[in-house]
């Protein structure tokens, strides 16, 4: 039962353009959204977060939206970086955060 | 500052052979931990979470089990490791009441 689903298993972008990595949802539970950045042979790292009663969170380079209507969050990075590159996992969680689901990953290649 | 350890970072074992990993977390107290596995190709899947000493939450059936002996310390295990048990493992933990996860470094299993 995949409750997070990110379609686009790759995206490749030039540097210097728009990255958009998409993620949608099932469960009407969940309340808080995450964005993790992964390279290769290492632990995920925290990008960027949204809670529910947002629609639009901005840090820096990287913003995420949330469409609570259509299950739907996007993480936009603008403008991409050639070490920008690696797997972006979607993830969300629902009150009591004991259950966290992720999406199974977009590989985000930018090139120079 | 907070810092979560694992290891080993590489393990080869053969099938049928036991399986302990181990993770322990510095720098904060009673946090929630959790073990999830990465297959190729997959997202990653929650396998075991924790919110307290000896309290264990299995989210998947499986020849896996988890144990948490100590405050800070997460143990996955296996009696009997089958070859389908082959991934990237990873620890991770979050504060009391806090949505964001942080992951360790991770363990990649390769049975065989």
């Known amino acids: 039962d995949q409750q997070v689903k990110q379609n686009s298993p790759s995206l490749s972008v030039q540097e210097g353009r728009i990255s958009i990595l998409n993620c949608d949802y099932t469960?009407?539970?969940?309340?808080?959204f995450l964005w993790y950045k992964k390279y290769p042979a290492e632990g995920p790292t925290f990008l960027i977060s949204?809670?529910?009663?947002?629609d639009k969170n901005e840090d820096g380079r990287f913003t995420v939206f949330l469409n609570k209507s259509a299950k739907h969050l996007s993480l936009h990075i603008v403008p991409s970086q050639p070490g920008d590159s690696a797997v972006y996992f979607c993830?969300?969680?629902?009150?009591?955060?004991?259950?966290?689901?992720f999406g199974a990953g977009t590989r985000l290649t930018v090139k120079p | 500052s907070q810092t979560i350890h694992q290891w080993p970072a590489t393990l080869v074992q053969p099938v049928g052979s036991p399986l302990s990993l181990e993770c322990t977390v510095e720098?904060?107290?009673?946090?929630?931990l959790y073990w999830y596995r990465q297959a190729a190709g997959r997202g990653l899947q929650l396998l075991f979470y924790?919110?307290?000493?000896?309290?264990i939450s299995s989210e998947v059936p499986q020849n896996l089990s988890a144990s948490r002996p100590q405050d800070r310390q997460f143990i996955l295990s296996s009696k009997k490791l089958l070859l389908s048990d082959s991934g990237f493992y990873l620890c991770?933990?979050?504060?009391?009441?806090?949505?964001?996860?942080?992951f360790g470094p991770g363990t990649r299993l390769l049975v065989l």
């Open positions: 949204i809670s529910s009663i947002k």
């Open positions: 469960n009407s539970m969940f309340d808080y």
């Open positions: 991770a933990w979050s504060g009391a009441g806090q949505e964001s996860q942080y």
């Open positions: 993830a969300a969680t629902g009150p009591g955060n004991n259950d966290m689901r």
């Open positions: 720098g904060t107290s009673n946090p929630n």
């Open positions: 924790s919110i307290g000493i000896g309290q």
